[in-house]
């Protein structure tokens, strides 16, 4: 993602000023739906089915290029299509469209779009677009994660879990020999190693990960070196060589949590944003197991940490889910933006997780917000179980006896 204009930049950015962005690969659509929220205003390129009367009074219809300028109602994002749709109502008219009417932008790749931020470009909003038009992205993780007859190929990028491709492949087992066996695990690995080199950029080195229950990704990556030999394909062999194997208890994605964590993945990896993200829910699920204060989740508790200050400088941490800042109701993403600045104030560290990520997906377990606190405090939930008592004592329940699992 970049700006249109060089004139632009993160430096001198009004508030109230509308930004001409251009994307330029695929990741950057998932940026454009990070940054552009209910009730912003966008302009971009759209064809429009319009009816034309003709001399002799018939009613024909056309498609016509144009430019709309939408206030946005709603989005959609599909991550294995990268593509964004923006509906929302038009606000300014022109020879083929009223104010009014409803329409829904698709923004594509090298054409560009204007966003002008409803409440202004706030502290988040600006994380956002910078993370956005970063040109030093690091390159995405590559992972193939499989087990017999079944292969997942996925991106992992410092913003999303992306599965590129599915691969499922026959193995006979039951009564079959040896040397059936053997040939159908080849096939698998050639319609694997096929459809990763097809569904994935090679043409740069990127750390390529390889993960399975057993053998079956140590022997993937032999099959990927003996075949880089037999094509003498020097950038598969390169590929093969760079490959890091780990273990998985399964050849699923869900799997790829454990990978993440695994210290050959954390050595290769090691600056990636994405495995801090999940070092910091290991830890943060440590502190809850070992009840010692430090680590709340849930609006109110962390709410209440925040403003005492104890999410601050020393090894405090705000973890907070991206869904929060996109919240229909303006007053809710201020207060979650006042809770991010009020942490930075304090010298803490806050974290936006994107629910597409694993880490975000184990923080929404937790109800997408939670906290590491520099200092212990406790009873935080404290007036919500009295809250809940209340409520209860006054729908006539019987409280006492309640088996808390």
């Not at 099959?223 to 760079?242: E, F, W």
């Not at 403003?307 to 889910?321: H, Q, S, Y």
Request: aromatic share 6%; proline share 3%; net charge negative.
């Amino acid at each position: 993602m970049r700006f249109v204009s060089k004139k632009q930049s993160l430096t001198a950015i009004d508030p109230a000023a509308g930004l001409a962005l251009l994307p330029t690969e695929p990741e950057d659509m998932w940026h454009a739906n990070n940054l552009i929220a209910i009730s912003d205003i966008v302009k971009a390129h759209a064809v429009r089915k319009v009816a034309m009367t003709g001399s002799t009074g018939s009613v024909t219809t056309e498609r016509v290029h144009t430019d709309l300028t939408i206030r946005v109602t709603s989005t959609f994002f599909d991550p294995a299509a990268s593509s964004l749709h923006v509906s929302g109502v038009v606000i300014k008219e022109n020879a083929w469209v009223n104010i009014g009417q409803h329409h829904t932008l698709d923004l594509e790749l090298q054409r560009p779009f204007t966003i002008w931020k409803n409440d202004g470009w706030d502290t988040v909003a600006l994380q956002t677009l910078t993370e956005a038009v970063n040109d030093d992205k690091p390159e995405a993780l590559v992972a193939v994660v499989m087990q017999e007859g079944i292969a997942n190929i996925c991106l992992i990028t410092d913003f999303q879990t992306l599965i590129k491709q599915r691969v499922e492949s026959s193995i006979p087992k039951k009564r079959s020999t040896a040397k059936e066996t053997s040939g159908g695990m080849t096939a698998f690995y050639e319609k694997t190693l096929s459809t990763m080199l097809r569904a994935v950029d090679f043409s740069s080195p990127r750390p390529l990960l390889l993960a399975s229950p057993g053998f079956i990704a140590q022997d993937f990556r032999a099959y990927m070196q003996s075949q880089g030999v037999l094509r003498a394909d020097k950038r598969l062999q390169r590929i093969a060589k760079d490959a890091v194997v780990v273990h998985s208890s399964t050849g699923y994605v869900h799997s790829l949590n454990e990978v993440l964590k695994s210290p050959e993945v954390q050595a290769t990896m090691r600056d990636k944003k994405f495995t801090s993200e999940s070092k910091l829910i290991d830890q943060l699920y440590e502190r809850l197991r070992k009840d010692d204060g430090r680590a709340w989740y849930g609006r109110d508790p962390v709410e209440k940490a925040v403003m005492e200050g104890a999410v601050g400088r020393g090894g405090g941490v705000l973890l907070i889910n991206n869904a929060f800042f996109r919240s229909l109701d303006v007053a809710t993403r201020k207060r979650y933006v006042a809770l991010v600045d009020k942490v930075k104030e304090d010298g803490g560290e806050a974290k936006v997780l994107s629910s597409d990520h694993e880490s975000g997906e184990r923080l929404d377990a937790l109800g997408g917000i939670a906290a590491i606190l520099t200092y212990p405090l406790y009873d935080l939930d404290e007036d919500e179980e009295d809250h809940d008592q209340q409520e209860g004592s006054a729908h006539g329940e019987d409280i006492e006896g309640v088996e808390v699992i």
